[in-house]
Structure formats: structure tokens, C-alpha cells
């Protein structure tokens, strides 16, 4: 099943400072990048593989393919028929997991150290000797279809896609990633294979190995298996969207159990601007973290016209969305929309209080601390990285999150946070 990292949490991940002088890096002569991270404190070693291969990088007659091609990727190779994949994998006891979003595709396993080079080997072959069968690809556009279906019954999901068309527009950061219900039933074979084999080209990929591993040892399997991908540039990204120019209002039906819903959304900064997004990821912690934050305790437990609230800010290549969304009681979404604006307005002039900044500093290195204590988290943040930036941006979270100050988190709020160039999505009607 395929998995998209979109949506309503805080991206937060990072490697450990102390342990940045372990990482061995290569490149192969066709461009792969290659990762190795010993731990010999864990017992696990994970496998990853990030590509430039997002939805962003699809052309309008690919639209839909990068997240088809994560469902179809595992399906079998020459060597390894339907199931035997998975079956090598899973004796094991591991399993092969995909994701997919705009910018990346990624592809990982975490096993036992001792079972790293089977691993090495199902997950090489998988990527590069996908078999494209017919009934394969009958099969997932099935399931594909079933999961759009899934996620348009999710007040969340019809939310999160409303304030991106509206905030992006055509831009490919506006669509959604696993296609339309059109989309995926013009895809095939032939489509899918033209994606991987204009975007699954050495510059565009990283293969990273976490875990209780030897880095020389383990680069050398890599680079026996990974030589193979073809040589190439990646994909070039789109250019920047330009966002609305004035405030945006879009309305829509309550959710099915008739609840009421709001999101309330901003073009935020993109990697090619580190400092803005240290600070914003600051900034929305501020907004609201788990039962706190000045958004949540003005919404839900002063005014108390609003059951929950949540904020969303992925780091991209691109411009990426600030997000904000919040289950109003019924007949208070209006009320609610002022609320938000209104602290968002206090805080464009005035800042944060130095006891919140604080609270949302401990609550994001905290997250990052569970998001990094094992093998595979690890490998996440590293990846994740190389893909949109480079892997240092990842060794330096820790010391970025805590350089940022109240007059950063100001400044990326009065940058980016403008009431006049807002989205609002209502589902109240």
C-alpha cells in the first residue's frame, strides 16, 4: 500500500550532531550518491532509497505516474515473480514500504544487520528491474482508485487538497499526488516506464544505510548493486508558484457526519531558504503543538469554539504550504477564521512571548529525538535531505532549531503570514 507524507503534522527530522563525523559519503561514477551511517548501538540496519521522482517532477501526460509507480515497483522483477519480493523480505522478518510525495519517492526496509546484503539485493533488483506486467498494473490502478475514494471520505484529506489547489493553482505543488480518478485510469505500463526512465537516473537518487554496519564494507555492496542505475541528470524541478495575490475563500459541504471543518493556509518558505525555514518550523510549533499553542489555547480553551486544532509545514524544494486546521463547533468557523487571523495579526506585530518559543523549541527537539532513535529514522532524515538540499541540512537541525530567536520567529510571520494573501477553506456549508 502506498503512503503519502503530506498533510497536517510538523516534518521534523535531523541526525545527531555528535554522530556527523561517521558518515561516509560517495558518489559513483553515474552519479548515485551513496550513505553510510554506522550505529553500532543498534542491532537493525536500514536500507533507503530516495529519488527525485516525485509528482512535481511529472510532465501533464505523466500526472499521476510517480505514485502509481510506488504501488507497482514491488510487484516483481525478471528473477523474482509476483510475491517472491516480498516473501524474501518478510522470512526476514522485515517488509519493503514505499512513500511517495511531491518532491520524492522512497523506498526502504529496516532489517537484521546480519540479512543487510539480502536486503541490498531485493530492494536493487525491485528498483531496477521493475517487470511492468499488464495485470499488474490492472491490479494496483484498482487499489489506487479504492484509496482516492478512502481519502475523499476524510474531512482532513478534502481539506489539506482544497488549500493546496487553491493557494498553488496549477502549479504541480496543487495537485494532488496520487492523481485523479481520470488520471489513474489513462495509466500504463508504457507511462510508468517512461517516468522511471526519465526521472530514476543516477544524479536523482540516494541509497543510504543506517544501522550496526561497517560504512567501507557496506559502500562497496552498494556500489556493486547501485552501478546499474543509468546515467543521467535529474529531473529539473518546476519553477517557484507565485501564490495568491489576494486573500482566497473557498467554501464547501460540511464533512459527512456533519461536522464543520477550516483551513487556513500561506505560501512558506522553500529550502533555498534555510534560515526562513528553521524559523517557520519554530513558528508553527508556536501556532500549535499537540494541546498547546497560542492558536490552540486561544481557540479551544479560552473562546472554546473549537474542538482541536493542528498546523502543517512540510519543507520542500519549492515554496511549501503553511497550514492551519481547525475543527470549529458547529456555527463557529467564521469565528474561528477572525480568532486565527487575529493571532496571527498580534504576533506579525509583536512576536512570540520568549516562554513559548521556548515550549515550542523543547516540543520540536523532542520530536526530533523519537524521530532519529532508530535506524530508520535516521535514514529518513538523511535522505529526505539530499533529496530537497543536502544531507548537511539534516546534521545541522539540532543547531539551527536552537539558533533561531523570538525576532526570527517574528520576521518569517510578518514574511510569510499575510492575512491580505491567505487561503481560507471553509467546509461549513
Known sequence: ??????????????????????????????????????????????LDVWVRAGAALEKPEEAGAAHFLEHVIFKGTPTRPAGKLDQEIESMG?????????????????VAAEYLDTAIDVLSDALLNPAFKDNDVERERRVIQLEIASRRAEPMQVLDEAMAEALFGGHPYGRPVYGTVEQVKA???????AFRDRCYTGAAMTVIVTGNVDPEDVLKKLAARFDRVPRGEAAAWPDAAAGPKSRTTVDLPRAGDGSEW????????????????????????CLVRRGAGIVHDRLVTRDKIALAADTSFLTQ?????????????SGKTDGCAS??????????????????????????????????????????SLGFYS???????SVNYIASVRAVTAADVKRVAGKYLDPDRAVIVRMSK
Open 339 to 380: 480568532a486565527v487571523l487575529e493571532e496571527i495579526g498580534r504576533i506579525r506585530t509583536g512576536g512570540v512571548p520568549e516562554a513559548e518559543l521556548e515550549q515550542a523549541r523543547r516540543f520540536v527537539l523532542g520530536t526530533y529525538a523519537f524521530d532519529v532513535e532508530t535506524a530508520s529514522g535516521q535514514a529518513s
Open 187 to 193: 495509466m500504463n505500463a508504457a507511462k510508468l516506464r
Open 387 to 393: 533529496v530537497i538540499s543536502s544531507v548537511q541540512d
Open 317 to 329: 524544494r519549492l515554496p511549501s504550504l503553511i497550514g492551519l486546521a481547525v475543527t470549529p463547533l
Open 262 to 285: 477550516l483551513g487556513i493556509c500561506f505560501l512558506g518558505p522553500s529550502i533555498a531558504d534555510p534560515a526562513d525555514v528553521w524559523a517557520t518550523d519554530m513558528l508553527v510549533s
Open 94 to 110: 522485515a517488509t519493503l514500504n514505499a512513500q511517495t510525495s511531491r518532491d520524492w519517492a522512497h523506498f526502504y526496509t529496516t
Open 1 to 46: 500500500a502506498a503512503a503519502i507524507l503530506a498533510g497536517m503534522a510538523l516534518f521534523v527530522a535531523a541526525f545527531l550532531p555528535a554522530d556527523a563525523a561517521k558518515i561516509v559519503t560517495r558518489t559513483l561514477p553515474n552519479g548515485v550518491t551513496l550513505i553510510a551511517a554506522p550505529d553500532p548501538a543498534l542491532r537493525l540496519a536500514s
